[in-house]
Nanobody
Framework: QVHLVESGGGLVQPGGSLRLSCVVS????????IGWYRQAPEKQREYVAEISSGGSTIYADFVKGRFTISRDNAKNTAYLQMNSLKPEDTAVYYC???????RGQGTQVTVSS
């Protein structure tokens, strides 16, 4: 059974930063690509970023230059560093294994003054 557990969400002021973590178990982490997506109330799910097993990264245009995805294979953990946060970044953020249905339970990010 594969498990993904996100953490690191919270309330932050506009312009602030958060780092989300995604701990993966039940699979060989280093062989899997990891992605992040988000979903805000009454909005469509949005792709945010992904990192391949080899460390290649792709970002949605609206986060380029603000968010950084990374991974630590020794810790079975992927990260999403989010800087210069905006109110429109408010959403539940989910990590998932690429090319699979496995995802975490999500972590709430709220950007508000």
């Amino acid at each position: 059974q594969v498990h993904l557990v996100e953490s690191g969400g919270g309330l932050v002021q506009p312009g602030g930063s958060l780092r989300l973590s995604c701990v993966v178990s039940g699979t060989i982490f280093r062989l899997n690509g990891i992605g992040w997506y988000r979903q805000a109330p009454e909005k469509q799910r949005e792709y945010v970023a992904e990192i391949s097993s080899g460390g290649s990264t792709i970002y949605a245009d609206f986060v380029k230059g603000r968010f950084t995805i990374s991974r630590d294979n020794a810790k079975n953990t992927a990260y999403l560093q989010m800087n210069s946060l905006k109110p429109e970044d408010t959403a539940v953020y989910y990590c998932h294994l690429l090319d699979s249905h496995w995802r975490g339970q999500g972590t709430q990010v709220t950007v508000s003054s």
